[in-house]
């Protein structure tokens, strides 16, 4: 039994609250660029199957070259399909009305509110919900009570007014954000949406994989055989496709070098979300117009980074997978 838990953290220099703070508010190519971070790492998270329900300038972290780090999961839940969540928590001024009002939720609805929130903020350097009464904030997020600069384009309000919707049946969903022309502009390759993985057909066999997998985990070739024609999944076939992955990994790192990498690493199944309709809502107010931020770098300047596997990570059953693909 492991005596010991290790935990390796990147160090993170700032958040983007202390960035807001400091320039205050942004132009909407430097806005854009933190906001398609955020809700590519939002969309992750949610494609497996967690919805954050904390999320704001303050836990969203930057690393040097001013790259969004999502922090704090201490408020985030699982997703169940048919299951609801009802939890009232996160922060007031970013919370959704069905969370601050105790309704059902499925979950990624108060993301995508708590998103339009942050990028208000950024857009135009305040809150678009608040004040120091309580019960009188909850009124304002309730009744979607805000106004917008004059100085914000047509596609930021349509964006912001489609997020911030009271009726989360109504709000825009995170695939529709992913296909409006604000959040298209200039959107770098590492984050724009990957093909759909290649379906394996077991009708092509790798004999050099079926050996491994006997001589790991200890069953006859014809088992190994027989159950990668099944239809059914079973932890053969799990391990058989595993190895191919982490082959075609190696194989991509060599031929490609590190972007696609990054890209198969950036992988992860799909998930189909409600879909919600949208409606425009047009407000307006002057204001000033925010200057630019410098940003340093970008993602494609950062050092390669490695992932290694504790054995004390996996359960038991799956203790072959590590000998498989970390050997």
Request: charged residues 25%; aromatic residues 10%.
């Amino acid at each position: 039994m492991p005596t010991d838990i290790i935990m390796v953290m990147e160090y993170a220099r700032g958040e983007l609250f202390n960035l807001i703070v400091e320039k205050g508010k942004m132009c909407e190519d430097d806005a854009r660029r933190f906001f398609q971070q955020i809700i590519c790492a939002v969309e992750y998270c949610h494609r497996h199957k967690i919805v954050h329900r904390d999320l704001k300038p303050e836990n969203l972290l930057l690393d040097p070259y001013n790259n969004v780090k999502i922090a704090d999961f201490g408020l985030s839940n699982i997703m169940t399909d048919g299951d609801f969540l009802k939890t009232s928590c996160g922060s007031p001024n970013y919370a959704a009305p069905e969370v601050i009002s105790g309704r059902l939720y499925a979950g990624p609805e108060v993301d995508v509110w708590s998103c339009g929130v942050i990028l208000f903020v950024m857009l135009c350097g305040r809150l678009p919900f608040d004040d120091e009464y309580i019960p009188t904030l909850f009124k304002k997020i309730n009744g979607g009570i805000y106004t917008l600069p004059s100085f914000i384009s047509a596609e930021a309000k349509y964006l912001l007014n489609s997020m911030l919707i009271v009726d989360p049946l109504k709000r825009i969903t995170i695939q529709e954000i992913r296909q409006t022309s604000w959040f298209n502009v200039g959107l770098p390759d590492y984050l724009k949406p990957l093909p759909d993985s290649e379906e394996v057909f077991f009708d092509e066999i790798d004999d050099s994989i079926v050996s491994e997998i006997h001589k790991k985990m200890g069953f006859s070739k014809d088992t190994i055989y027989q159950a990668l024609q099944e239809i059914e999944n079973n932890q053969i076939k799990v391990a058989y496709q595993l190895v191919v992955d982490n082959k075609r990994m190696i194989t991509a790192g060599r031929i490609s070098g590190q972007k696609n990498m990054q890209s198969f690493l950036a992988a992860s199944p799909s998930w189909d979300t409600l879909q919600y309709s949208r409606r425009k809502v047009n407000v307006d107010e002057d204001d000033d117009e925010p200057s630019s931020i410098v940003l340093d770098g970008n993602v494609e300047d950062n050092e390669t980074s490695s992932i290694a596997l504790l054995s004390s990570s996996l359960p038991p059953v799956e203790e072959f997978l590590k000998v498989i693909i970390f050997q």
